[in-house]
């Protein structure tokens, strides 16, 4: 079992920053791929991107809407995730959620553990 949990979510206006961060607890963090995934009201859950276990790989969603914003990183030695975000938009507004999994996919329900989610608003 892996406990997730992610915290940094607030309110910011447009054009600003966020650092969300997913700690992780239970079995060994660093064997996993972490993902991170929003949820705006309505929507399906969207990818964002993903980390490998090293870190030393990286991928993010293929969506002009994120265009280069947003940067994840690990540090395995505080067995924690993290999800830059800058230039922030109204459209970014969702609750963020981090998971770890077996490989790096876009796809939610290949992801084993989930954290409760951090909500991010973005006022115009």
């Known amino acids: 079992q892996v406990q997730l949990v992610e915290s940094g979510g607030g309110l910011v206006q447009a054009g600003g920053s966020l650092r969300l961060s997913c700690a992780a607890s239970?079995?060994?963090?660093?064997?996993?791929?972490m993902g991170w995934f929003r949820q705006a009201p309505g929507k399906e859950r969207e990818f964002v991107g993903a980390?490998?276990?090293?870190?030393?790989?990286?991928?993010?969603a293929d969506s002009d809407s994120l265009n280069g914003r947003f940067t994840i990183s690990r540090d395995n030695a505080k067995n924690t995730v993290y999800l830059q975000m800058n230039s922030l938009r109204p459209e970014d507004t969702a609750v963020y959620y981090c998971?770890?999994?077996?490989?790096?996919?876009?796809?939610?329900?290949?992801?084993?553990?989930w954290g409760q989610g951090t909500q991010v608003t973005v006022s115009s």
């Open positions: 998971a770890a999994g077996a490989h790096i996919t876009t796809d939610w329900g290949t992801y084993d553990y």
């Open positions: 239970g079995r060994t963090f660093s064997i996993y791929v």
């Open positions: 980390i490998s276990w090293s870190g030393g790989s990286t991928y993010y």
